[in-house]
């Protein structure tokens, strides 16, 4: 049998198979960011593989072309492992005798790429330019820094052309890298959250209920007593307040089914476009467990439970949950962010002043609302509450049982919840007379999952109502601020 | 909290000095096992007794203030089947029973609507509403019905105040303003609209809107007519003002804003007292604070206080009927000195009382402490040395001993064992030289101390039982601290320590059967009992039942932390999302 070996072709091949392996599995498993991550990491050490190999190919054919032949040439003698050349002062990268593998180019280099690095650094961590980009920037300069320290110190000129080899190569990749992850964005550069046309309403939805026996009241009334069961005072001298009550008047043109607000067919919003669509956005953050609950089998059955109470908005409600991180949450157009953001976490939740920063723009001059859910034990309750405290720039408040919010479309009597991690009473924020944020106390979207983390039906159930709730209060309220945009 | 809830202090706070030092001094009030005798002891006594007056008036003005009450006057006015009917939701109102109370004013409006006592009922009905978190029903179909309907009612100012707070509670500033503003615009001398100022005053202070919020303290401390129930918000604001004055380092003008609510001679308790004029809390944050120029204001606060403060002293030891006033003011110079920083100033004040006055133990005792909190026992003990209640100042000297590192025990105990020569004080001497031993690592001569105290002082032999076994416990001597548990009789918390010994022991099965015993004889401690079980199934080794129980408690104690412990616990150890539980609220 024919022995494998291994030639640079064959490892050419493996190389360029190992990249469509890899693209593969990415592909497969999109939620899982460290095969993406893994992948990376060896992609890099096969590219300086490579990069060794050629180097070392190049450069050993240039000095044996340059070792002089002859009778009459002189010993070389060896100092340091060294011999020395005469070809100082070559231009040419693959030959160690180049003049720039020199000490003064490396020192050069360090302090330029320490000083590059450490204000990067600097500047991410105040806050001042984009955290996202200066970050990883600042340490590749500092990583290129050190390489540029160790070719300034190395005494062998071979040593000092791979470590120069090494950096040029890491800073390529880095290149690469960024370009990979660069998202290119609509032409304007920003994301558009749309919703969905229409006009639907929401109006107080019926649900089932278990009939019961009433014992019927009676009054006991004293018969020596003088009662006087006068009538009402005449109609037209109350002041009758009609707010609440007639908020849900039909208005002639007003569509008929779905959620929504606004004079279309069907569900929807009036500020609505053709393809928008109800999406449910989580917010990538530190806490390991910012994913709980997400995607099938978790918060996707939220919106599957959308369209299955309200079938008029089928199409019209996003397929999948989504997960963004704080930089695209900043990239929505001015007048078209996500009406409702969810952050989950159990253990922490320790936002930059750069990512408040874009909290802070979303809740206020975007209009969002955030919807907070405590899924365990740790400190992300506190955390979530102090970030809220600061980024709104007001305090908690308890969300009235009986406000807007837990009435429409569906009545919610109590607060459903899984177990009590932060308590059994739901705090918001209001800005302006609206909910910038809900927090819900005791796991939401454990409810939402296919499993319902166990717990009874009819809680599940209240739960999913709960979630519409905050969504349809959402969406409305980002409807009318859009319809006010509007010129 | 309940937006009809009366939110002021008391008018008339006690003068009586004993008040002033709660809170205060930080190194004052001796703690367990520093008493300095029957002299202390009084002195505690009968402060805690005038604290638990005070409480008791403020308790009065809590629940039931002139938000919630309707004047006895009216009562008189209405029949006896209307009182019949208002006392029976008053009483449920009491109890907290706020659906069914709300229910019963219902009855009342439904039945006597027209009744002298209608508009309260209206009013009760919707604090009832508030309390059953229904502010926006409280708001639009409760106070706004009884403008609505009786707008010439005592009720009616109290109901547009109640809108505004209402709003304020749950978060709408805005239409807050606006109620607040019509109740002052309607009803300018009503005690409600005093109230409203005091809530905008409160409302500006969120927005910092600092202007607002001074030009409306200003009013109410100075131009508001202080009558009946308008003093209380008054003398609120008076507070309020005094420590904004205080903040910007003005401390003649914050004198003035407290001089309009109490006498000359309550001023300088008052001025230190924390809810008052609370000058040594104010000094300490501005001389804490990076900001140079408010450091300056500190000092400069410090400073005239201080000033102030020894004018009163002066003033105060010339009559010997006030010369405990002029004592307690000289310590309130040390103590301003002392938050702000200033530790030579304050050892000056105490040395300047000795000279004056001649040492006495009090002063003796402040300065020992000042020694101590500047490290130098040594100088401390000499002072505690110079005490005319020679067994007090020993007492503190051994005391000294143990709170050096490392503790010296046996000099504290030598000390102790001299002082226990007298019979009468004998076990608290006793009792301190055990504790010393116990918190020096050396629990077998402290159990033997106990067994002394056991067979000398008879009738505290239950509390010595405990403390032996405690001390065991504390020793991790596992077996013995079982054995000595058995013969105490404080449960649970006996019963809970023998479980945890059990687990120590790896007798798992005996810590599970005492939880259990727990769980049967004390509801309250269900939840946490049974997460211990829980805990001693898995070191165990027993997975499944550790499993079965967290989930129990999730089932059965939704609400609880123990429940959040247990889900959590499901979630991250064992990875088990279905985890049961489930309620409302």
Redesign the interface.
């Known amino acids: 049998m024919p022995s494998f070996h291994l030639t640079p072709s064959r490892v050419a091949l493996l190389s360029g198979l190992y990249i469509v392996l890899w693209r593969g599995l990415v592909l497969v498993l999109p939620n899982e960011p460290y095969v993406a991550l893994a992948g990376w990491a060896v992609l890099y050490l096969i590219g300086l593989a490579w990069g060794i190999y050629l180097l070392e190919r190049t450069a050993k054919r240039i000095e044996s072309r340059a070792v002089p032949t002859g009778d009459n040439v002189r010993p070389q003698v060896s100092v340091s492992g060294e011999t020395v050349g005469g070809r100082r002062g070559a231009w040419n990268p693959f030959d160690p005798d180049a003049r720039y593998y020199g000490p003064g180019l490396g020192m050069f280099c360090f302090v330029w790429l320490c000083l590059g690095g450490v204000v990067a650094k600097t500047l991410a961590a105040s806050g001042v330019g984009p955290a996202e980009i200066l970050q990883p920037l600042g340490n590749v300069a500092l990583m290129l820094a050190t390489a540029a320290l160790a070719t300034a110190f190395a005494r062998n000129k071979r040593v000092r052309q791979s470590l120069s080899m090494i950096a040029a190569y890491s800073l390529l990749f880095a290149m690469v890298y960024f370009l990979a992850h660069l998202k290119f964005a609509s032409p304007s550069g920003e994301d558009e959250y749309a919703l969905p046309a229409g006009g639907g309403n929401d109006s107080p939805q019926a649900m089932s209920v278990k009939v019961q026996k009433v014992v019927r009241k009676r009054?006991v009334?004293?018969p020596?007593?003088?009662?006087?069961f006068?009538a009402?005072?005449p109609i037209d001298t109350?002041?009758v307040?009609l707010?609440?009550d007639t908020a849900n008047r039909y208005q002639v043109g007003m569509g008929d089914g779905g959620l929504g607000s606004g004079d279309g067919e069907g569900g929807g919003f009036g500020s609505g476009k053709d393809g928008g669509k109800i999406r449910f956005i989580r917010l990538r953050h530190s806490d390991k467990s910012w994913d709980k609950n997400f995607g099938i089998g978790g918060d996707r059955n939220l919106l599957a439970e959308l369209v299955v109470r309200f079938p008029k908005m089928n199409g019209k409600v996003a397929e999948e949950t989504e997960g963004i991180d704080f930089a695209a949450l900043g990239n929505f157009k001015q007048k078209a962010a996500p009406p409702l953001v969810y952050i989950g976490g159990?253990t922490t939740f320790a936002p930059s002043a750069a990512d408040k920063r874009v909290l802070k723009q979303y809740i206020t001059e975007r209009h969002g609302m955030i919807l907070g859910d405590t899924l365990?034990?740790?400190a992300f309750h506190s955390n979530f509450i102090a970030v809220m405290n600061e980024v709104t720039g007001?305090?908690r408040?308890?969300?009235?049982?009986?406000?807007p919010i837990h009435k429409r479309p569906y009545e919610i009597p109590?607060?459903?919840?899984?177990?009590?991690?932060g308590g059994?009473?739901p705090y918001?924020?209001?800005i302006?007379?609206r909910w910038v944020v809900y927090h819900h106390p005791?796991?939401l979207s454990?409810?939402w999952?296919d499993?319902r983390?166990?717990?009874?039906k009819v809680?599940?159930d209240?739960c999913y109502l709960l979630g519409i709730n905050i969504l349809s209060y959402a969406h409305r309220e980002h409807d009318q601020w859009r319809r006010s945009q509007q010129p | 909290m309940a937006p009809f809830a009366t939110t002021v202090t008391p008018a008339n706070p006690s003068p009586t000095p004993p008040l002033r030092r709660e809170g205060l001094h930080a190194d004052a009030p001796p703690f367990l096992g520093e008493g300095l005798g029957r002299g202390w002891l009084r002195r505690s006594l009968t402060r805690l007794a005038l604290v638990a007056l005070a409480l008791c008036v403020c308790s009065t003005f809590a629940p039931a203030g002139p938000l919630d009450e309707m004047p006895v006057e009216r009562w008189a006015k209405l029949k006896e089947a209307e009182r019949f009917q208002l006392n029976a939701a008053e009483r449920l109102y009491r109890e907290s029973q706020w659906k069914a109370a709300a229910d019963e004013y219902e009855k009342f409006l439904k039945l006597y609507e027209k009744s002298e006592g209608a508009a309260f009922a209206q009013l009760k009905w919707s604090h009832c509403q508030v309390n059953l978190r229904k502010q926006n029903a409280a708001i639009k179909d409760g106070y706004q019905s009884l403008l609505d309907y009786y707008p010439d009612s005592p009720e009616a100012p109290i109901a547009g105040l109640l809108i505004g707070r209402t709003y304020r509670d749950i978060g709408d500033a805005k239409p807050a303003k606006k109620a607040y503003a019509k109740v002052i615009a309607a009803h300018p001398k009503h005690f409600a609209a005093v109230m409203a100022r005091l809530d905008l005053v409160e409302l500006a202070a969120k927005e910092n809107d600092a202007e607002t919020r001074t030009r409306l303290l200003r009013e109410l401390t100075y131009d508001v007519e202080r009558k009946g129930a308008t003093t209380a918000p008054c003398v609120t604001a008076s507070h309020q003002y005094a420590q904004l004055t205080f903040r910007t380092g003005n401390f003649e003008e914050g004198l003035k804003a407290l001089a309009t609510s109490c006498s000359e001679s309550q001023m300088p308790h008052l001025l230190m007292h924390p809810s008052w004029g609370a000058l040594p809390t104010i000094v300490g944050e501005l001389i804490g604070s990076k900001d140079e120029p408010t450091k300056k204001n500190g000092e400069k606060l410090a400073d005239a206080g201080a000033a102030w403060l020894k004018t009163q002293v002066t003033a105060s030891l010339k009559d010997p009927k006030t010369k405990p006033q002029a004592m307690a003011a000289w310590y309130d110079i040390a103590e301003v000195r002392r938050h702000a920083g200033q530790a030579d100033k304050q050892k000056a004040v105490y040395e300047d009382i000795i000279a004056t006055l001649g040492p006495d133990d009090a002063t003796l005792g402040y300065l020992a402490r000042w020694y101590k909190a500047n490290k130098q026992p040594e100088l401390a003990r000499t002072t505690y040395g110079k005490f005319k209640d020679v067994a007090e100042g020993q007492g503190q000297i051994a005391l000294s001993y143990r709170e050096e590192t490392p503790p010296q025990t046996d000099k504290a105990v030598a000390i102790y064992r001299q002082l226990a020569a007298d019979v009468k004080t004998a076990p608290r001497w006793l009792g301190e030289a055990a504790m010393a031993y116990r918190k020096g690592g050396k629990p077998d001569l402290a159990i033997a101390v106990y067994r002394e105290l056991i067979t000398s002082d008879a009738k505290g032999t239950d509390a010595y039982a405990v403390a032996i076994a405690d001390t065991l416990y504390e020793a991790k001597r596992w077996k013995e601290c079982i054995a000595a548990y058995r013969g105490t009789n404080n449960f649970p918390t006996n019963y809970l320590h023998m479980a945890r010994a059990n687990r120590e022991l790896k007798q798992y099965d005996e810590a599970i059967a005492l939880y259990r015993q727990v769980i049967a004889a004390s509801p309250a401690h269900v939840s946490s009992a049974l997460l211990d079980i829980a805990y001693t199934q898995e070191e165990a080794g027993k997975k499944e039942d550790a499993i079965k129980t967290l989930k129990q408690i999730c089932d059965k104690h939704p609400k609880s932390p123990e429940g959040s412990k247990a889900h959590t616990r499901l979630n991250d150890v064992y990875k088990i999302p279905v985890t049961l539980g489930g309620a409302k609220d």
Do not use: C, M
């Not at chain 1, 020596?224 to 006087?228: A, G, L």
């Not at chain 1, 983390?453 to 009874?456: D, P, S």
């Open positions: 009054y009334i004293n020596y007593s003088s009662i006087t006068a009402p005072p109350i002041d307040k707010t609440d159990v365990g034990g740790g007001t305090t408040v308890e969300i009235p049982r009986d406000d109590q607060l459903p919840f899984v177990v009590a991690h059994s009473t918001g924020w209001k302006d007379g005791g796991a454990d409810a999952r499993d983390a166990g717990i009874k809680i599940a209240q």
